[in-house]
């Protein structure tokens, strides 16, 4: 039982990239709480590989492929009545600001922004429909601080986080009983900010601004993320389930709480 807030079991609730890391053991964390769970991944491949894991700790999820940009997948969700969408589907790019492609920027911003909101819009329509429901944005910290490096993603992050209060603001002016609430994790090992992190060096030739600097840079990233990443990703799925069973969620959750302290430090202090 939430009693922050009150806590609503039992729920129908739908994850996007839940192929891996946050997502997919978010996923198995809420079924095991009883909530019936519709996990959707970028790939048929991962759909598959998803399902064989559901078989083999005899979980129950539904399972889908479900790319966020692709229009006919996002019709999907027409049919359903969900209680919960959780956006975490995302996909990372670093690089100076200086000098990245901002074709890069855009495309990033396709699946982190534009068709997350545009399968938010999707759901909200049943969910105002019905007076009831919750969405919950899958941000970052690195939406809350600019990261020098990983800008392209940090910038879609702030971009989320903002959608996120600024939705929540609009839909408790309609009154319409639907809650919209932001995860904000700090860095978790799940192979996601090492990928992200190496995209740019694909690209950083002699070219580049920071040519002289890029072994140093690199040392310094692999430090940093050794140094910063939680080795399970249990703290960030507590909040994620925590806000999704919530009758009225607070507007952030962020895990794990060290980083979170960092983050209003950092805030406090101009960054
Ligand atoms: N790990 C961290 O330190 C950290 C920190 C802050 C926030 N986050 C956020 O947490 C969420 C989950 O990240 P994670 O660390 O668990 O990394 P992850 O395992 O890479 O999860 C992201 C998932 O989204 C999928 N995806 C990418 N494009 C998609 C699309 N168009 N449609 C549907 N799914 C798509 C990815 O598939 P592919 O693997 O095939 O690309 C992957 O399964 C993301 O929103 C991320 O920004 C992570």
Redo the contacts with the bound molecule.
């Keep these: 039982m939430n009693n922050e807030t009150g806590a609503d079991m039992g729920k129908t609730i739908l994850i ?10 978010a996923a198995f964390a809420l079924a095991a709480r009883g909530h019936a769970v519709i996990a ?4 048929e491949a ?1 759909a598959e590989a998803l399902r064989a894991e559901c078989t083999m700790r005899r979980q129950p999820l539904q399972v889908f492929k ?5 229009a006919t ?1 996002r019709e999907r969700l027409r049919g359903l009545e969900l209680d919960v969408l959780i ?6 790019e670093s690089g100076s600001l200086a000098e990245v492609d901002v074709d890069r920027i855009r495309r990033l911003f396709e ?2 922004v534009f ?1 997350t909101l545009e399968l938010t819009q999707l759901a909200l329509a049943g969910m105002i429909t019905r007076s009831r429901g919750t969405v919950l944005f ?5 939406g809350r601080v600019p990261m020098p490096f990983l800008m392209p ?1 940090s910038m879609s ?1 702030f971009a989320l986080s903002a959608a996120g209060a600024g939705l929540r603001a609009e839909l408790d002016q309609l009154g319409c009983g639907v809650q919209v609430a932001l ?11 090492q ?1 992200m992190t190496a995209s740019k060096y694909a690209w950083m030739g002699p070219q580049s601004y920071f040519h002289d600097q890029a072994e140093q840079l690199k040392a310094r990233e692999a430090r940093v993320f050794k140094l910063l ?1 939680a080795r399970s ?1 249990d703290s ?1 799925v507590r909040q994620i389930v925590k806000a999704a069973e919530a009758r009225r969620p607070r507007l952030r959750y962020v895990a794990p709480w060290i980083q979170g302290l960092f983050v209003r430090l950092a805030r406090i202090f101009g960054a």
């Excluded at 959707?40 to 790939?43: L, Y």
């Excluded at 956006?87 to 990372?92: F, L, P, R």
């Excluded at 995860?183 to 900010?193: D, K, L, M, Q, V």
């Design positions: 996007t990239g839940a192929g891996s890391g946050i997502g997919r053991d959707t991944t970028f790939s991962q479900l790319d966020i940009t692709d997948d956006n975490n589907a995302a996909v990372g699946v982190n068709a899958i941000s970052s910290i690195a993603y992050k995860i904000e994790p700090g860095a978790i090992h799940t192979g996601f900010n990928a990443e990703t960030i």
